[in-house]
């Protein structure tokens, strides 16, 4: 009598990896249309490039994808990136003098980095939660403050890290484990820690609970405003994560660092398959929609177009033909 | 039988506003001359919207299009600075395009144009054609240290005149936003007696304000880079812009064409090249009026 | 003679605004025994209910637990105190499994969730309440009996010292409705005090211990078990005596409206073939998943569907609710919630929706469509505190009422009902009985789905059964009877088929 | 805790007026600010400034209330409108030597970018409803796409309209009737059409049931992907609309026209009201966001601040405190 109306939704609980299967299909078919328009594409240079450069959005975009999950969304990851990066360069320079290069003033301009993106994102889920403003708002707001903070204390240019200090920092971008970039493996680490969190512990299940319907969340005693406030703050952390994997590659910060980031980890959320209206999460969806995102643009690279002015063009047509086939795998799954 | 190719990659900033926009025509044209005049030349462009991807760009060349030679146009100094140094310790042929890196002796060949000459030919413009006490108005770019180059060197080259800046805001080297910035300049203010636009796409949203205004007698207007409509009404000796200052974005060309000799010829050429600013007056807007390019 | 209260209201009133809805409520419910709360609708019912488990606050009055005044501020924290609700809406988050939402705010496991064993807790309690709903299933996928058994299911794996429920059997079957109470009665054994209320007052004389009637937010009556009859009982509630509920069949059949031929809605309805005719009411009996409410919604467009359908022998595409309200048809939803009502607007909005066309080119008058209220309002006797009033905010009937007056705004020649009077309080479902009834002695045709036996034997000139997804039988005039619906529900009637062909 | 929920609808429902008090409000506080820092504000200059200035962003505005009401998103608008403004200015190019400087010149470049606005519109809203992606990708697709197809239509520069054409369309931005300027009056009609049609037409209905929930719409006969894709068109209008009006400006297109008009629309639209999830739309708030919106650059400009590294600091801290307001002030109402 009823298995007939249950056997249908079931298979796409049981195996998520399945129902990842249209987002997956998508990027398989990129890296062949790479492979065949450049030999080079294979090579673990390109590939280790390519990885190493969608840590950033993606370490962003896995936060990104527990926010969006509990129904809510930020604008401001991009500048908030910008901000840290200022805010800890200027401190490790700071700190210099009476600090030396070395280690300790790495881990100090790391602590800053993480301390920032913990305050920016309480800020944003604090206006969120307590003033009870529309994420869309608050974070266009501060996305405003941020980058406005960052160009003025860059003085309208550019931020740069002590040169030495630089030398000492930039292994944790160019270097690695084992022959594997360091922003992969954490970008890895990020990647595996929030598909369990948002699988396997109660904080991704009440982000998914508050996402679907946050009055029954708040019935079944599931503090609301407080998971809501982790999203954030979990954002902003790894906002900080992110831009101490940055700044070694790059060395300096100004008012157009991580510029239209926000958008670049939402699409990336949104194609990997979680709900922009909340309540369904996959961070094994997002992952794959960041590397569709870099290996758009590397296939791009690799290939000579008709004009340099289509490269929007082509990016925008292959990503809304990524999500039509992830839909229509989907459906016929 | 030929031999091996030589592949230049080409890295600048997209076209987002006319200048670039004006470099990324020069780049293509220059870009399918000598691809005609030279055949055993090739060349990879790509154009980047934002820091991080020409950075990534720059890897992308080294990775999988095996370049022989980089043309680089950094959209930021700093953050340029090591990859392209990566890409000289790889062994290739360097070439920088007017903004320098943020370390000496990275590049083979360094081809600008002059940021500081940019705002103090403009800046003496105005020192020697306002009497002490005149009120002006600047619209400065997007914050960037460039834009704070020629800012100060417009500043520097004024001082001691007795001018007066009564306002300075961002443009955004946006028409649109320009406009606006002039028409609120417009309103706070009742007497201006010269702008500086510092750029050409900002100056024609200036010149807009002001003539909805109906205050087209009392000021005149200097913008930047040497646009072809701009040129062509100092051509035409518009009273409201008495000149313009260069900074073309065909600089471009020079630094592909030298840097393209390099593969061609036995003789390389090393060095730096500075496009000096100079002054387009209704003399010698001729020269520097290019009907065909889209600038 | 019983135990002391567990838990007590004294003199509670509770105001929405300026609108005073409870006056003065004394209430107590005491260990191992089931108290029914019954009241017409709107009386303030689930707002006692509410009250009670920590959802509301009251304006004045106590709270009492235990005889202290109650611990808690929140239904979480009445929870946690043993005090659970069966919520009359539902209260299950939709995008959730149902192992997720029974186990929601109190997952196991430590650091990271003990999946197995979730899963088997939820297979254990579903097992005990025998329903075959899969534990992975995701709510929204789910039809309404599902989510209410789930709903149950949840509330028994909370260990309550007091069990408030709030119409838990309104979209329930029998043999649903039988599992609830054999639950019902287990827990009061087990000395949990309980509280329920119904509109199916022969659940009230065969559960409660003691009855508290309810009328416009003030207790009229107490009793204990024995004291009131059914008849009683409506009387109390309504405060004047109520004729049987069920009108005189006297329909004059006309010619054939709509004939359906080898009907599929995929993946569930097979082969279903019927004629309707004009001023003929047509029962469809069935289990919960059946395939009833699929037929009913493949009829009128609202899913992909093959076959022949003719209406007045003219073979018709009804692709969508438009085409089908163009062909004189319309459906009443199951679903009230999230296919009938849009919560979130007023009365009027709703009413309207689905023929706006008819209250002004270009321009909506606002003036016809506050005449229609009026009329729907006094029509079917929409008790609300406010015109302008969210929808959400009306008694559950109350919404039932409205959805009612939407279905049938149109004017349709055939109408679908699924589950007409669910959460309707018995003076209401007369006139909702006469209403059909007029309906099809104007020449109109009805088909009415429902898992109330006595509705579908009282209201019904014909009687389809079906099963897993077709027709398993067909009855009619004398042969509809209860023992023979069942037959045919159950499948064990031998003549089945034969009654198939028969049709 | 329920009962602020109930009282709240009824006011809102019968006095719109009443309850778009909250943005009014910051608006009015905005103007005396305005006002108090500098004397010309208030000039009939400014104000005429500032009103024309916003008519473009407002009247997309008004467009995308209807596509956010039915639970929609539109990121393209911006592209769209530079994409628009190229075509009609080649077309109308194009059309100078066959149909000479004049009126039937003018229309016909009207009509071309009414046109292109309807086959962009009814492009993303085909996207939207018949292959049944997500708005946020599709339209960020598009938005690629329109803005790749300008930059390349302009070849990497300026599309300027032929000088003479120009001096006869002026007028169109720059004069107007009884002393109004021409998009201040488009504008005002487009925002009460816009109001009558969310509060008093079967479309606007529609589209706020379809918000608030599509199944219950789908069930009352609503043809919730018909009502879709018209907001879609609806708003693609608007914007060619917002064009007709834009072009005799500047007399140009780039590939930076428009640039960030999506942003500013849809933060107008969610700063008036609307709810950004939908079912519930209200075309007067979003007038009301549009003009708190133009008027902060404008006080920017007339004030002499700190720095004007600052500004935008100081927008999103305006923007976020005018929301607080208006929510402050919807729930003690
Ligand atoms: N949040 C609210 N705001 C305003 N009025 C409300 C609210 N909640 C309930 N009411 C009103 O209070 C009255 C009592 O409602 P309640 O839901 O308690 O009735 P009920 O007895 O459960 O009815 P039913 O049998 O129809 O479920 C109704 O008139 C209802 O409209
Ligand atoms: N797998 C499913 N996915 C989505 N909706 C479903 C599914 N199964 C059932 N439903 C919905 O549940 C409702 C019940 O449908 P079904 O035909 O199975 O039951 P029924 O015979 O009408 O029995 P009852 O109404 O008593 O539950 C319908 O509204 C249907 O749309
Ligand atoms: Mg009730
Ligand atoms: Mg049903």
């Given at each position: ?33 790479g492979?065949?328009?450049n ?27 527990f ?27 700071a ?13 100090a ?5 993480l ?6 994102g309480?800020a ?11 994420p ?40 690695g ?23 396997h ?21 599931v ?16 906002v900080?994560?992110?831009?101490i ?18 958008l ?17 999460g996959?961070?094994?969806?997002t ?12 296939i ?22 990524a ?11 | ?28 044209e ?12 090739d ?7 934002a820091?991080?991807?020409?950075v ?29 140094k990566?890409v ?12 320098g890196l ?36 600047v ?5 960037t240290?460039?834009d ?6 417009f ?31 417009l309103?706070?203010?009742?007497k ?39 040129v ?16 073309p974005?065909?600089?471009i ?19 730096r090249f ?15 009026y290019f ?5 | ?7 007590e ?8 605004g ?25 009386a ?33 924290e ?11 809406e539902?209260?299950?988050a ?11 705010g ?19 309690l579903?097992?005990q ?12 996928d ?32 029998q ?30 004389t ?7 009637v ?15 009859t ?15 509920i069920?009108?005189e ?8 409206a ?16 019927f ?29 992909p ?13 009804i692709r ?6 163009h ?36 321009f909506i ?11 729907a ?11 302008d ?6 008694s559950?009937g ?37 209403f ?13 789905i ?45 003549g ?8």
């Amino acid at each position: 009598m009823a298995d007939q109306a249950v056997s249908r939704p079931a298979s796409s609980f049981r195996l998520p990896s399945l129902s990842a299967l249209g987002p997956l299909l998508a990027l398989i078919l990129l890296v062949a249309l790479g492979a065949f328009l450049n030999d080079n594409f294979l090579s673990q240079g390109n590939i280790t490039n390519v990885l190493a450069r969608s840590a950033f959005i993606g370490m962003i975009a896995v936060g990104m994808t527990f926010v969006i999950t509990s129904g809510g969304l930020d604008l401001s990851v991009g500048s908030m990136a910008a901000f840290i990066a200022g805010v800890m360069i200027l401190a490790m320079n700071a700190l210099l003098p009476s600090m030396g290069v070395g280690v300790p003033l790495i881990l100090a301009g790391m602590g800053v980095a993480l301390a920032v993106g913990l305050a920016a994102g309480l800020a944003n889920g604090l206006l969120v939660t307590r003033a009870g403003i529309e994420p869309f708002i608050v974070t266009l707001g501060t996305m405003g403050i941020f980058r406005s903070l960052v160009t003025w204390l860059a003085d309208g240019g550019t931020i740069s890290l002590d040169f030495a200090v630089r030398q000492l920092y930039r292994p944790v971008y160019y270097s690695g484990l084992f022959g594997i970039a360091w922003p992969i493996l954490v970008f890895a680490l990020v990647a595996i820690a929030g598909q369990v969190a948002m699988r396997h512990t109660r904080f991704g299940r009440y982000c998914e609970a508050i996402g679907s319907n946050d009055k029954v969340a708040r019935y079944s005693a599931v503090s609301v405003e407080g998971v809501r406030l982790a999203t954030y703050v979990l954002l902003g952390l790894l906002v900080g994560l992110a831009t101490i994997m940055y700044v070694p590659r790059l060395g300096s910060a100004s008012g157009s660092t991580g510029m239209l980031w926000e958008l670049e980890a939402i699409a990336a959320v949104i194609i990997g398959g979680t709900a922009l209206k909340g309540g369904y999460g996959r961070v094994w969806g997002t992952v794959v929609g960041v590397l569709i995102l870099s290996l758009i643009d590397n296939i791009l690279n690799l290939a000579d177009l008709v004009s340099p002015y289509l490269n929007g063009a082509i990016q925008g047509v292959i990503i809304v033909l990524a999500v039509v086939l992830q839909r229509g795998k989907k459906s016929s799954a | 039988a030929q031999g091996k190719k030589a592949v230049i990659g080409v890295s600048i900033p997209s076209a987002t506003h006319g200048f670039m926009g004006g470099l990324n025509w020069h780049a293509q044209e220059t870009i399918k001359r000598l691809k005609a005049t030279y055949p055993n030349l090739d060349f990879v462009l790509a154009t980047a919207g934002a820091v991080g991807k020409q950075v990534n760009d720059i890897e992308d060349m080294m990775a999988t299009r095996n370049i022989d030679a980089l043309v680089v146009l950094p959209f930021e100094s700093e953050p340029l600075t090591s990859p392209v140094k990566a890409v000289k310790d790889a062994g290739k042929w360097v070439t920088v395009v007017d903004r320098g890196l943020s370390q000496e002796g990275i590049e083979d060949l360094y081809v600008a144009g002059d940021n500081t000459a940019f705002g103090r030919v403009a800046g003496e413009y105005f020192k020697a054609n306002l009497k002490s006490g005149a009120k002006i108005v600047v619209l400065r770019g997007i914050p960037t240290t460039l834009d704070n180059e020629r800012v100060d060197a417009f500043r520097k080259a004024i001082d001691g005149s007795g001018i007066e800046i009564l306002d300075m805001q961002h443009g955004n080297w946006n028409r649109d936003k320009a406009f606006s910035v002039m028409q609120d300049y417009l309103s706070k203010h009742k007497k201006i007696d010269a702008v500086w636009a510092a750029d050409d796409d900002m100056a024609i949203g200036v010149l807009e304000a002001i003539s909805q205004s109906g205050r087209q007698k009392e000021m005149w207007v200097v913008g930047g880079a040497g646009m072809k409509e701009i040129v062509k009404r100092i051509m035409d000796k518009d009273p409201q812009l008495p000149v313009d200052v260069t900074y073309p974005p065909a600089l471009i060309s020079t630094a592909l064409e030298i840097t393209a000799l390099r593969f061609v010829s036995d003789t390389p050429v090393y060095g730096r090249f500075i496009i000096g600013s100079t002054l387009i007056t209704p003399a010698n807007a001729a020269q520097f009026y290019f009907p065909n390019s889209p600038f | 003679m019983t135990a002391a209260p567990v838990l007590e209201l004294r003199d509670v009133r509770k105001s929405f605004g300026p609108i005073e809805i409870l006056h003065g409520i004394d209430f107590a419910l005491h260990p191992g025994e089931v108290h029914a709360l019954i009241g017409e609708n709107g009386a303030g019912k689930s707002t006692i209910m509410k009250i009670l488990g920590g959802f509301l606050e009251p304006t004045s009055g106590q709270v009492l637990l235990d005889g202290r005044p109650a611990p808690y501020a929140s239904g979480a924290e009445a929870e946690a105190a043993g005090v659970v609700v069966i919520h009359q809406e539902f209260n299950l988050a939709p995008d959730l499994t149902v192992t997720e939402n029974i186990w929601l705010g109190r997952e196991l496991g430590r650091v990271f969730l003990d999946h197995k064993a979730m899963r088997a807790g939820t297979q254990a309690l579903l097992d005990q309440l025998d329903t075959h709903i899969s534990p992975e299933a995701r709510i929204a996928d789910l039809p309404v009996s599902d989510r209410q058994m789930v709903e149950i299911a949840k509330a028994l794996s909370r260990k309550a010292r007091v069990l408030i429920m709030d119409e838990p059997s309104a979209v329930l079957t029998q043999r649903e409705v039988e599992i609830l109470f054999r639950q019902i009665d287990r827990l009061r054994e087990q000395g949990v005090a309980l509280l329920y209320t119904s509109h199916r007052l022969e659940e009230v004389t065969r559960l409660a211990d003691r009855i508290t009637v309810l009328r416009d937010g003030a207790v009229v009556r107490r009793a204990l078990r024995g004291e009131l009859t059914e008849d009683g009982m409506a009387t109390a509630m309504v405060g004047r005596d109520l004729q049987d509920i069920y009108p005189e069949r006297r329909h004059s059949m006309g010619e054939v409206a709509l004939e359906v031929r080898g009907f599929h809605v995929p993946p569930l309805v097979h082969d279903v073939s019927f004629t309707l005719r004009r001023g003929e009411v047509l029962g469809i009996s069935g289990l919960v998943g059946s395939g009833r409410t699929e037929l009913a919604e493949g009829l009128v467009g609202l899913r992909p569907a093959t076959g022949d359908v003719r209406r007045n022998g003219v073979a018709v595409h009804i692709r969508s609710v438009r085409d089908a309200a163009h062909h004189g048809m319309a459906y009443l939803t199951e679903d009230r919630k999230e296919r009938g009502l849009l919560l979130d607007k007023t009365l009027r909005e709703n009413l309207t929706l689905s023929t706006l066309p008819r209250f002004g080119t270009p321009f909506i008058s606002d003036a016809r469509e506050e005449t229609a209220l009026t009329e729907a309002i006094g029509e079917f006797d929409i008790r609300a505190p406010r015109r302008d009033m969210k929808v959400g905010n009306l008694s559950g009937g109350n919404q039932q009422k409205l959805l009612l007056a939407k279905t049938l705004l149109p004017d349709p020649e055939i109408v679908i009902i699924d589950e007409p009077t669910r959460g309707i309080d018995v003076g209401t479902k007369s006139q909702i009985y006469a209403f059909i009834n007029e309906l099809a002695s104007e020449g109109r045709s009805v088909i009415v789905i429902s898992s109330d036996m006595p509705e579908i034997l009282g209201l019904s000139d014909r009687v389809l059964v079906m099963r897993q997804g077709r027709l398993a039988g067909e009855l009619e005039g004398e042969r509809i009877s209860e023992t023979n619906v069942v037959r045919l529900v159950m499948g064990t009637s031998e003549g089945a088929n034969g009654e198939a062909a028969h049709g």
